[in-house]
């Protein structure tokens, strides 16, 4: 099992930039994918950006491409989503999620499919304001 802790949430304004790390510990050789999701309040889960550790591939959800970049340091074990030209409608809960998903070693690319993820953190509040 693989403990995940966030960091880095916080208010900003329209605009601003934040950076979230995830600091990964425990049985991390166990998984293949990172990512990270978001929940705003009365909606559901959302899959943000998801990292494939085999080569490094990455996925963005279409509501964050071009403006969130997600990352991982090895050394560290630590998986980062550095966020830029927040808006108001990117305000949630955001979660870091660490998983072991057979089909991305042949896609080489990790699912943004909250069923496929079976470590979760306790999250980080990202609060966007107009």
């Known amino acids: 099992q693989v403990q995940l802790v966030e960091s880095g949430g916080g208010s900003v304004q329209a605009g601003g930039s934040l950076r979230l790390s995830c600091s990964a510990s425990g049985s991390t050789d166990n998984h293949n994918c990172m990512a990270w999701f978001r929940q705003a309040p009365g909606r559901g889960r959302e899959g943000v950006a998801t990292f494939y550790t085999g080569v490094e591939t990455t996925y963005y959800a279409d509501s964050v491409k071009g403006r969130f970049t997600i990352s991982q340091d090895n050394a560290n074990n630590t998986v980062y989503l550095q966020m830029n030209s927040l808006k108001p409608d990117d305000t949630a809960m955001y979660f870091c999620?660490?998983?072991?998903?057979?089909?991305?070693?042949?896609?080489?690319?990790?699912?943004?499919?909250?069923?496929?993820?079976?470590?979760w953190g306790q999250g980080t509040q990202v609060t966007v304001s107009s």
């Open positions: 999620a660490a998983g072991y998903v057979a089909a991305a070693d042949f896609s080489f690319q990790c699912p943004a499919l909250e069923a496929e993820y079976g470590d």
